[in-house]
């Protein structure tokens, strides 16, 4: 079984602030996706990442795939109230049909 | 809009008692999948059907039954609700088996088992 740690499960930050989520496993893989989950809704896909090392960014996101493959970050710049929620982490193997997902970090954006 | 629809999204049950919930997806997606997401614990995968006509066991199968009838449409059977099984229960669904794809969300169904 491939287990997916994320760090801090909790964050409270001001707005303005920066922050990062980090995402880490002991297994590669082979690609890593990261969600957002607002309060009951359900997860909505930001970002798949598929190289090792490989950043990519939506707007004030910055989303990072370790060399090796087994661990991600996700950086989010000068924070707003609307940042507010559960991300996840999510890794998949090949062409496995099913992703395996992190333990989630709640974050809440203050003004 | 296109997406995954989930029925019902409240459900109190007695112990003992069954329900099927329901999901539909109107994206052409080839496999579906049923997730339960309790407090700390992220979500977990209880079963998934990478094509029409199979079905496979996730993580934490015990207790529940499900049946990929057509393409579109997945659901989840809980034959004898167990208070164990008090849940936020999600469908989703991806176009393939390659691991890039994403997944898809319905809104979840807030299952309660007294």
């Known amino acids: 079984t491939q287990l997916l740690e994320q760090s801090p499960q909790f964050l409270s930050i001001q707005e303005g602030e920066n922050l990062t989520v980090y995402c880490n496993s002991s297994s590669v893989f082979s690609s890593l996706q990261w969600y957002r989950q607002e309060p009951g809704e359900g997860p909505v896909l930001l970002v798949t990442v598929v190289t090792g090392g490989e950043v990519k960014k939506l707007k004030r996101l910055t989303f990072q795939f370790g060399d090796a493959r087994k661990d991600s970050s996700l950086h989010i710049t000068a924070a707003q109230p609307g940042d507010t929620g559960l991300y996840l982490c999510a890794g998949g193997l090949g062409t496995a049909s099913k992703l395996t997902f992190g333990t989630g970090t709640r974050l809440q954006v203050t003004l | ?114």
Not at chain 2, 27 to 46: E, K
Request: include cysteine.
């Open chain 2, 1 to 114: 809009n296109a997406g995954v629809t989930q029925t019902p999204k409240f459900q109190v049950l007695k112990t003992g008692q069954s329900m099927t919930l329901q999901c539909a997806q109107d994206m052409n997606h080839n496999s579906m999948y049923w997730y339960r997401q309790d407090p700390g614990m992220g979500l977990r995968l209880i079963y998934y059907s990478a094509s029409e006509g199979t079905t496979d066991k996730g993580e934490v199968p015990n207790g529940y039954n499900v049946s990929r009838l057509n393409k579109r449409e997945f659901s989840l059977r809980l034959e004898s609700a167990a208070p164990s099984q008090t849940s936020v229960y999600f469908c989703a669904s991806r176009t393939g088996g390659v691991a890039n794809y994403g997944y898809t969300f319905g809104s979840g169904t807030r299952l309660t088992v007294v």
